[in-house]
C-alpha cells in the first residue's frame, strides 16, 4: 500500500535555528497536509496544500508541495521552545476518504 | 464548542475482555476515522466512515469494529483484546476532503492490555 516516508525521523536544535524536514511518497497524492502533535495531544493541522509547488505559510512555518506530486516539505524559521512536538505529514489516498499519516519527524528545541 | 470527545482518556484491560472507545463531535461532521498510534509507526488508520451508517475498514482494521448509528458518534469496539492491541486511540472528524481546515482530533485513549 501506499507509504509516508518522513525524514529526519528526529532533531535536536538549538533555539533560533532553523528546521528543515520532508515526506515522500511511492505514489503521487493531490493533498498534502502537515500536523503537529504536541505531549499528550491530538495533532492539530498546520498547513494545507492543494497544488503542485504551491508554497505556503503559517506565521514562522512554510510548507511546500513538491512538484512531482511525490514529497512536500516543512521548513520552520528561527524555533523557539514551543514548537516542540511531532509533525506528520498526511495525505489522501487514491480513494480521497482515506488520509494516511507519515511516521513523524520529533523535534526536540534546547534552549 | 467541544470539538472532538474520546471516553474515556485511560483504559487497562485484560486479554480477552472488550471494550467500546466512544468517539462524539458536535461539528456536523460528515467524516470520522480511528487511527491508532504506536511508537516510530506514525498514526495508522484502523476504520473510518464517510456519513451515518456506513463505515469502511482502513490500514489495520482486525480485531476492530464500529459503529456510525448518529452522525456525530463513532464507536470502535474491540471483542476481544490483545496485548498487540496495546496503543493510543485516536478519533478525527472532517466536514469533507479537500477543505482546508482538515481533520480535528480529539485528545485520545490510551489503552493497555496485559
Known amino acids: 500500500g501506499q507509504q509516508l516516508n518522513q525524514s529526519p525521523q528526529s532533531m535536536f536544535i538549538q533555539e533560533g535555528e532553523d528546521v528543515s524536514m520532508n515526506c515522500t511518497s511511492s505514489s503521487i497524492f493531490n493533498t498534502w497536509l502537515w500536523y503537529k502533535q504536541e505531549p499528550g495531544e491530538g495533532p492539530v493541522l498546520l498547513i494545507a496544500?492543494?497544488?503542485?509547488?504551491e508554497l505556503t505559510s503559517n506565521g514562522r512555518l512554510t510548507a511546500q508541495f513538491g512538484i512531482t506530486r511525490k514529497d512536500s516539505f516543512l521548513n520552520i524559521s528561527a524555533s523557539i521552545p514551543s514548537d516542540v512536538g511531532i509533525y506528520f505529514c498526511?495525505?489522501?489516498?487514491?480513494?480521497?476518504?482515506?488520509?494516511?499519516f507519515g511516521t513523524g519527524t520529533r523535534l526536540k528545541v534546547l534552549a | 464548542n467541544a470539538g472532538v470527545t474520546q471516553t474515556p482518556k485511560f483504559r487497562v484491560l485484560k486479554t480477552g475482555q472488550s471494550m467500546t472507545l466512544l468517539c462524539a463531535q458536535d461539528m456536523n461532521h460528515e467524516y470520522m476515522y480511528w487511527y491508532r498510534q504506536d511508537p516510530g509507526m506514525g498514526l495508522r488508520l484502523i476504520h473510518y466512515?464517510?456519513?451515518?451508517?456506513?463505515?469502511a475498514k482502513g490500514e489495520v482494521p482486525d480485531g476492530y469494529n464500529v459503529s456510525r448509528l448518529k452522525k456525530q458518534n463513532f464507536l470502535l469496539g474491540l471483542e476481544s483484546a490483545a496485548p498487540s492491541q496495546t496503543s493510543v486511540y485516536f478519533c478525527?472528524?472532517?466536514?469533507?476532503?479537500?477543505?482546508?481546515?482538515?481533520?480535528?482530533f480529539g485528545q485520545g485513549t490510551r489503552l493497555t492490555v496485559v
Open positions: 496544500l492543494y497544488k503542485a509547488g
Open positions: 478525527a472528524s472532517r466536514q469533507r476532503p479537500g477543505g482546508r481546515e482538515g481533520a480535528f
Open positions: 498526511a495525505g489522501p489516498t487514491s480513494g480521497t476518504y482515506k488520509y494516511i
Open positions: 466512515s464517510v456519513g451515518e451508517g456506513t463505515t
